[in-house]
């Protein structure tokens, strides 16, 4: 019967484990001196990014698939939250040399 017991409880954990959602995190990614930094990062579904702009000029942050166009002004700062998984580049409208990345994992 202890066995059994031990059992039920293993199952149990792991299905709460499974059925939990993970906790969702903010990257931040700053802009300065017209780069994106860091220029690649790695994500999960329901991650939000924050794009912080510490340049003097406005910038976007715009997805190269049509998820999102974050506008930045100068020291301000802006967020989308990620949707689906997959690679996204972006870039800004303004300064097209300006880009980054985005691989997004579930």
């Not at 220029?39 to 794009?51: L, P, Q």
């Not at 301000?76 to 303004?94: A, E, P």
Request: glycine share 6%.
């Amino acid at each position: 019967m202890a066995a059994f017991g031990r059992a039920v409880i293993c199952a149990s954990a792991m299905w709460l484990a499974f059925m939990m959602p993970a906790l969702s995190e903010t990257i931040r990614i700053t802009i300065d001196k017209l780069a994106f930094q860091p220029a690649s990062v790695s994500a999960r579904v329901g991650d939000t990014i924050e794009w912080v702009n510490d340049d003097i000029l406005a910038h976007t942050a715009t997805a190269s698939n049509g998820d999102w166009n974050v506008l930045l002004t100068p020291k301000k700062s802006g967020r989308t939250m990620l949707k689906s998984v997959g690679t996204i580049n972006y870039y800004c409208k303004f300064h097209p040399n300006m880009a980054g990345r985005i691989v997004v994992e579930r």
